[in-house]
């Protein structure tokens, strides 16, 4: 097997008031939204660039936005599934799973003409405690899977931080980890969120050179609130006001100046150049 040292920049296409674990939120007024725009910003500086990404669409973002999936597309990117509703999949059992990823490919199919093949779980929510999410998806035709954080807390510590093969009784698929460095004591989120807005941008270069040296895709995503710093914010918890907002500056210029300096593709193009899944 032979990874592509390229790196893939992913966005998870969700809005300020998508966050994980804090029961039902009652969906704030349209005039707040802002992931229409936020998303449009990104698209510009991928097309200043010239670099294609992958955006994991929430089905219930493309259905309340239908122009928003084909502006992507049209533009060269992938769209991939982030679920419908936002929930954790700890959530849900096997049907709700299910029925929610067959609601964001049937959007997602009539808006764009293409199944997706790619998903990434809210927060990394695939666990021990979801055993039929793998089957599930590699029976439905995914290809890959971005689900697993090697991290402590949220994600598995002990998740390889490469890609990897998973097989199950209705076929494999891969998965696709994000970026993390690894230190002697635990090793930090710098591929995105609160990491990549905190941690210094030589840290976060040098972890991807790190990963090129391997031959390793260096994976980082993004939210759209995260080129967005004066907008709207939910009341939290301390920690995950910390993890939704926390640091929060506009990522925009070091997000740059990452895209000049690397080399991206979409997760899809990166995936079908490995031994395919079956």
């Known amino acids: 097997m032979t990874l592509s040292g390229c790196s893939a920049l992913t966005i998870d296409v969700e809005d300020w008031y998508h966050v994980c674990g804090i029961g039902q939120q ?9 992931v229409a725009q936020n998303v449009e910003k990104i698209v ?3 097309e200043q660039n010239q670099i294609k990404a ?3 669409m929430l089905g219930s973002v493309a259905k309340a936005i239908p122009e928003l999936a084909p502006m992507i597309v049209a533009k060269g990117h992938e769209i991939a599934s982030h679920g419908y509703s936002h929930t954790l999949l700890t959530d849900m ?3 709700q799973f299910l029925d929610e990823l067959r609601r964001t490919e049937q959007v997602l199919i009539e808006q764009t003409g293409k199944r997706p093949v790619g998903y990434r779980a809210p927060q990394w929510s695939v666990s021990p405690e979801t055993p039929w999410v793998d089957e599930l998806l ?3 035709g995914y290809l890959y899977d ?3 954080n090697p991290l402590p807390f949220v994600g598995d510590a002990a998740a390889p931080r490469y890609p990897y093969r998973i097989d199950t009784p209705c076929g494999s698929l891969w998965e696709v980890p994000p970026l993390v460095t690894k230190t002697s004591l635990v090793s930090l989120p710098t591929g995105g969120g609160w990491g990549f807005r905190l941690f210094p941008l030589g840290l976060i270069s040098a972890t991807i050179e790190a990963y090129m040296r391997d031959a390793a895709p260096a994976v980082l995503y993004l939210h759209p609130r995260e080129i967005d710093p004066d907008g709207p914010r939910l009341q939290l918890p301390l920690f995950k006001r910390f993890l939704a907002y926390g640091m929060r500056t506009d990522a925009t210029s070091r997000l740059a100046n990452l895209l000049q ?6 997760l899809e193009e990166m995936v079908r150049q490995w031994q395919p899944a079956s």
């Open 261 to 266: 300096r690397y080399c991206f593709m979409t």
């Open 138 to 140: 590699a029976e439905s």
């Open 26 to 34: 009652t969906v704030p007024p349209r005039h707040s939204w802002r």
């Open 93 to 95: 059992d096997k049907q």
């Open 54 to 56: 992958t955006f994991f």
């Open 44 to 46: 510009a500086l991928l």
């Open 146 to 148: 971005s689900s697993r």
